[in-house]
């Protein structure tokens, strides 16, 4: 295990503990979130080092969505799923021109193919091996960042920075290869939602140890600053409260978790007209 002893946002040396929380997708481990006081972003800490994470990956079914449409509900879930793909394509678009595309941890390669096919050149990078074949096969450019020397108007990270290691190498490295007018986005689980405050521990947008950070529009305030990158818009992203809520109830151990997942989920996106705080949003960044 890694410990953190200052806050990799700010570099303050007050962290305090906040919560314990059980892997309750995998191993049922608990671990402990521990928050900074000064720019409000929580860690799971101590955590896995990166070359041990990938058990807590494997010890469940990460990736559990197939290519079977025939059950209700994997009908209902590629229903949302191409809904969420237009829904990202009309943000990224309302504010970057159409051109070069990078999607780091693209995954399967879903919103890469979806916005090739609306004429964008896409790139993605993906660090797991199956993911990453997948994205192959459906003849996407999977590289290493390493790799890349282009520059993008839009670099896209959907709830993928709360799982990497290198947090401070890796946004730099993509802010060197982000074009001078171009835009950056990140969609992350807001830990101030009230679906979050709702479930506590069995909240699954914490998802340990998987979730390195738990961030706050605070948060991103000082991480953007860091990076000398302005906080242009944020956005909801609506579904994920009623997802996150699903999963949540679940793991409460709920019967009938459908019911009170819709409810909670309604609530939560009601609450955030009024004060922003989604279960998730996207932050559009520039330089
Ligand atoms: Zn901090």
Redo the contacts with the bound molecule.
């Keep these: 295990m890694e410990e953190i002893r200052d806050?990799?946002?700010?570099?303050?040396n007050s962290l305090e503990d906040h919560q314990s929380v059980k892997d309750h997708f995998g191993t049922q481990e608990v671990f402990q979130l521990q928050g900074?006081?000064?720019?409000?972003?929580l860690f799971t800490n101590p955590r896995p080092e990166e070359n041990n994470i990938i058990k807590y990956y494997k010890s469940g079914s990460y990736i559990s969505h197939g290519d079977k449409i025939n059950s209700l509900f994997n009908r209902l879930y590629n229903l949302i799923q191409s809904q969420n793909l237009k829904y990202k394509q009309r943000i990224v678009e309302k504010y970057s021109f159409k051109g070069k595309l990078l999607d780091y941890g693209c995954g399967v390669g879903s919103f890469l193919q979806h916005m090739s096919q609306k004429g964008w050149e896409v790139t993605g990078v993906e660090p797991d091996e199956q993911a990453r074949k997948i994205s192959t096969s459906r003849d996407l450019p999977v590289k290493e960042l390493n790799q890349i020397e282009d520059c993008f108007n839009c670099i896209s990270l959907f709830h993928v920075l709360e799982h990497v290691h290198s947090l401070n190498e890796t946004l730099e490295q993509l802010c060197t290869l982000l074009d001078r007018n171009g835009i950056l986005i990140l969609a992350l689980p807001n830990y101030k939602s009230y679906d979050a405050q709702h479930y506590e521990q069995f909240w699954a947008g914490y998802d340990v140890p998987r979730h390195l950070y738990h961030f706050s529009q605070k948060?991103i305030t000082?991480l953007a600053k860091k990076f000398g990158l302005n906080i242009v818009a944020t956005h909801p992203l609506y579904f994920d409260s009623y997802y996150v809520s699903l999963l949540s109830e679940k793991y409460k151990g709920s019967k009938f978790p459908i019911v009170p997942a819709a409810v909670q989920g309604f609530i939560s996106n009601q609450k955030a007209k009024r004060n922003k705080e989604y279960s998730s949003l996207i932050y559009i960044l520039s330089k």
């Design positions: 806050c990799l946002i700010c570099g303050s900074c006081r000064q720019c409000h972003t948060s000082h």
